[in-house]
């Protein structure tokens, strides 16, 4: 091939050859401009199905299509220039088989030019994610809790808890690696399966509440600023952005009514207009003196 790639983005197997290097830092991103700023401190960005709680109101990440992924994910991209972005497949849009899958994912692909997508479970997906990376799709896969899932599950609650919980966990953990995915989210598991987990595949585990011992970390970017109003366990509040812009929009409320804003300095002046009257150069007048056009500029 002849052309060169001039992109700079991290790929799928850039995070895959991160294992062992120091932890991986992920956060999801919804928006371009956030996306600009985090893009410059993370390794990957997520536009998960999260955006359908933390953005969109929905009770759960069930009822979220593929086209608001397809929206969401494309100013992901277009805000973030080197971290790899992963596009989440949402709900009902890959279970079905490996070619709806494979259909779905690849226009997903096709519409955001994100470098991979993720889906949501362990065995029941291996073959799914065989199917995807034989023809090109990069997959990140996502087990321990699975949000989508949360209505069979009964809750958003953490898993292997019990110790006869973790055999069918590890055992998703190594189908879904055998199967090809370049990385996995491990969500909601406890430290002691983390660590097994992390030690026994070769791809790097991500953690969204499942410890320290994973190969890297995740969390929803609202979460972690601070701005969404209930958080699992999990979640460190790194900001105040909540509060940050209640004070603002509580300033500009009442600056609006006090008539404090907008003042002169938010107002544009008027232009300094010629005195209106006529004109006393002739039509005539004023074609002899336009200068005759030249065709080059040696003319
Ligand atoms: O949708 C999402 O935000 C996720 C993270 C919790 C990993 O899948």
């Known amino acids: 091939?002849?052309?060169?790639?001039?992109?700079?983005?991290?790929?799928?197997?850039?995070?895959?050859?991160?294992?062992?290097?120091?932890?991986?830092?992920?956060?999801t991103a919804y928006h371009a401009h956030t996306a600009a700023i985090a893009d410059r401190y993370c390794d990957f960005l997520l536009v998960g199905d999260s955006l359908g709680m933390v953005m969109h109101g929905f009770e759960?990440?069930?009822?979220?299509?593929?086209?608001?992924?397809?929206m969401h994910g494309r100013a992901v991209v277009r805000g973030a220039k080197r971290a790899l972005v992963v596009v989440d497949m949402p709900f009902g849009s890959y279970e079905e088989s490996p070619s709806v899958a494979f259909r779905n994912a690849a226009r997903v692909m096709k519409e955001t030019d994100c470098g991979a997508v993720k889906i949501e479970g362990g065995r029941r997906m291996a073959e799914t994610i065989r199917?995807?990376?034989?023809?090109?799709?990069?997959?990140?896969?996502?087990?321990?809790?699975?949000?989508?899932?949360?209505?069979?599950?009964?809750?958003?609650k953490a898993q292997g808890r019990t110790t006869e919980q973790w055999a069918a966990i590890e055992e998703d953990a190594r189908l879904v690696a055998d199967a090809g995915a370049f990385a996995?989210?491990?969500?909601?598991?406890?430290?002691?399966?983390?660590?097994?987990?992390?030690?026994?595949?070769?791809?790097?585990?991500?953690?969204?509440?499942?410890?320290e011992s994973c190969d890297g970390q995740i969390l929803v970017m609202e979460d972690m600023l601070g701005l969404s109003p209930q958080v699992p366990r999990f979640v460190k509040k790194f900001g105040k952005v909540g509060e940050a812009i209640e004070d603002a929009i509580q300033s500009y409320a009442e600056?609006?009514?006090?008539?404090?804003?907008?003042?002169?300095?938010?107002?544009?002046?008027?232009?300094?207009?010629?005195?209106?009257?006529?004109?006393?150069?002739?039509?005539?007048?004023?074609?002899?003196?336009?200068?005759?056009?030249?065709?080059?500029?040696?003319?």
Do not use: C, W
Request: hydrophobic fraction near 40%.
């Open 184 to 211: 996995v989210v491990l969500e909601a598991i406890t430290q002691p399966l983390a660590a097994r987990i992390t030690e026994a595949i070769n791809i790097p585990t991500i953690g969204i509440g499942a410890s």
């Open 60 to 70: 759960t990440t069930v009822p979220v299509p593929l086209e608001l992924m397809i």
């Open 1 to 27: 091939m002849s052309v060169h790639n001039s992109r700079k983005r991290l790929l799928a197997p850039d995070i895959t050859a991160m294992k062992g290097q120091g932890p991986i830092v992920a956060l």
């Open 255 to 299: 600056d609006v009514r006090s008539r404090a804003f907008p003042t002169p300095d938010h107002t544009y002046p008027m232009k300094a207009e010629a005195p209106k009257g006529r004109s006393r150069v002739s039509p005539s007048q004023v074609r002899a003196t336009k200068k005759p056009k030249t065709l080059s500029s040696k003319g």
């Open 131 to 156: 199917y995807l990376v034989e023809r090109g799709i990069p997959v990140m896969a996502h087990i321990g809790l699975t949000p989508q899932s949360v209505n069979v599950i009964g809750g958003f």
